[in-house]
């Protein structure tokens, strides 16, 4: 019996430690990397709990990617902290794909399962694969979205640009190309044209004009995106970067939330590639509502976001949300005729503290005063890394405020869980330096949270290459800048838009 018990425990322990992910050190690392084709490598701290977070994803993404040779591995940075420095490691987890020593690239997919699995498939096709009537089927399975160019033998110029659109494009669709005729007709089509093969909606879209690179990738951005789609922690940041509007379907149940789809397609079809609309489900993301200036108790509900400006304009909840309401208030939208709702906190009578303390009725005249150099943290009040940062950040701005530079340089901080801010906040804090003269292209800093660091930022960036001395006081080590955005206190409170 005692043997039949040490056993089982030998084989569960053995199964537990058992990985798909090869961790790798200073010593194994080159010649891994030269003797794979495809690697995705995460650099990690075991105390990171963003790494933490993306480690059951990662290990499920490498079994599924190990039958098609495509290799994942992980290095601990706190142990091999050279190797780390060599491939410019500044923050965890960081996920690069190596294609030999030379070739590296940053991975820019979400941390999820599927969607690595997803960015790692596309990577270890060529840029356009060549498919025949044999091949097609399973090409189309390779992923939820593909494009085939179906092209004439002859007709270089078209596909030259498919060609160099898929080069752009690779990291979120395969592309695929055939010169069979009697395929394309099979297809429904005619050459030169491109078929958008999806898993949802009608199935596939069909593109027939001149082949125009810019006019491609429009096609694919809007074809690929479902007329009503679910907005949630894999879809969000792709909506976010849509360029275009997103009108927020909210509803605490499935059935609630495809009836609500079904009632504004017709919606969704006459705003396609202007207005993107998605259901989202409102018992697990209900806090998101507050973000749009919603109540979050109260459900279903609508309304947009225009994602360039992040400005939100919430649907009237007294009203119901039937086609002719909505359609109303989606169309005045659209003609600008509806005022975006602006939340803010009372402008301060006065500044108290070193730190010039912004709110969303305030932000155009301080931090995008055009004669001013503008450093904002942008923070929330529960978030631990802004409490670490708040002494430091007040000694910043003591150094600025006596300095000859006080009035041509600004340390501000806005609360963004309870102001409206023009940008999109990804974590918590965010830095941005707004320099004079170039307010539409702030900078957004990614260093080290030191005093030191943060005045060597501001003088490289700023317009006035401001630089102050920092007091000689001895700074407590910090480790690599990280966002914080989530945490259980924030999952009550937050109203950071973010998913």
């Known amino acids: 019996m005692y043997r039949k ?19 790798l050190k200073t010593d194994t690392f080159d010649e891994f990397i030269a003797s794979n084709d495809l690697v ?45 420095q060599t491939y410019g490691v500044e923050g965890y987890p960081t996920l690069k794909v190596f294609r030999g020593k030379e070739n590296i ?27 025949t009537k044999e091949s097609l089927d399973d090409f189309k399975s390779t992923d939820k979205v593909v494009l085939v160019a179906y092209l004439d033998a002859a007709d270089k110029e078209s596909s030259e640009v498919f060609t160099k659109t898929a080069e752009k494009l690779r990291d979120s669709y395969p592309f695929g190309s055939s010169s069979d005729a009697e395929l394309a007709e099979a297809e429904g089509v005619k050459a030169p044209a491109i078929v958008l093969y999806k898993t949802f909606d009608e199935g596939k879209s069909t593109f027939t004009e001149k082949f125009d690179a810019e006019a491609i990738e429009k096609f694919a ?27 927020y379907i909210f509803a605490e149940t499935p059935e609630e939330r495809k009836e609500l789809a079904e009632t504004l397609k017709p919606l969704a079809e006459e705003y396609r590639g202007k207005i993107n609309f998605a259901t989202i489900d409102a018992k697990q993301f209900g806090a998101h509502a507050g973000n749009l200036n919603l ?5 279903p509900s609508f309304a947009i976001q225009e994602t360039v400006k992040n ?32 939340k803010s906190e009372p402008i301060p009578e006065t500044q108290e503290g070193p730190v010039t303390v912004v ?29 670490a940062l708040a002494p430091k950040y007040d000694d910043l701005a003591s150094l600025y405020a006596k300095s000859e530079f006080k009035d041509k340089v600004v340390i501000a901080k806005v609360d963004a869980t309870t102001n409206d801010v023009p940008d999109e906040i990804q974590g918590f804090p965010t830095i941005k330096l707004y320099p004079a003269g170039a307010k539409t292209e702030p900078v957004t800093y990614s260093g080290s949270r030191t005093v030191e660091d943060l005045i060597k930022f501001v003088k490289e960036n700023g317009k006035y290459k401001a630089e102050v001395e920092e007091k000689a006081v001895e700074e407590t080590p910090v480790a690599p800048a990280a966002s914080e955005s989530t945490s259980s206190e924030a999952a009550k409170e937050t109203t950071h838009d973010e998913l």
Request: proline share 6%; net charge negative.
């Open 5 to 23: 018990v040490a056993f089982s425990l030998l084989a569960a322990a053995a199964a537990v430690s058992a990985s798909d992910v090869t961790q």
């Open 40 to 84: 995705l490598a995460e650099f990690f701290a075991p105390w990171c709990g963003h790494c933490k977070a993306l480690a059951p994803e990662y290990e499920e993404a490498a079994t599924t990617l190990k039958e098609k040779n495509i290799q994942l591995v992980k290095v601990d940075c706190t142990e091999e902290s050279e190797l780390c």
């Open 105 to 131: 690239s940053p991975y820019s997919g979400q941390r999820k399962a599927n969607a690595i699995t997803s960015y790692m498939i596309k990577q270890s096709l060529p840029a356009v694969s060549e498919v």
């Open 221 to 247: 951005k809007t074809a690929s995106t479902p007329l009503v789609g679910e907005v949630g922690p894999e879809t969000y940041s792709g909506y976010m970067s849509a360029g275009i509007p997103l009108a």
């Open 295 to 299: 109540p979050t108790d109260k459900f």
């Open 311 to 342: 400005q939100k304009f919430p649907f009237d909840i007294e009203k119901k949300i039937e086609l002719a309401s909505v359609k109303s208030f989606v169309d005045d939208f659209a003609a600008g005729k509806v005022e975006p709702s602006i």
């Open 359 to 387: 709110v969303a009725k305030s932000y155009n005249d301080i931090v995008l005063d055009d004669e001013k150099d503008v450093l904002i943290e942008f923070y929330a009040p529960w978030c631990g890394h802004c409490k």
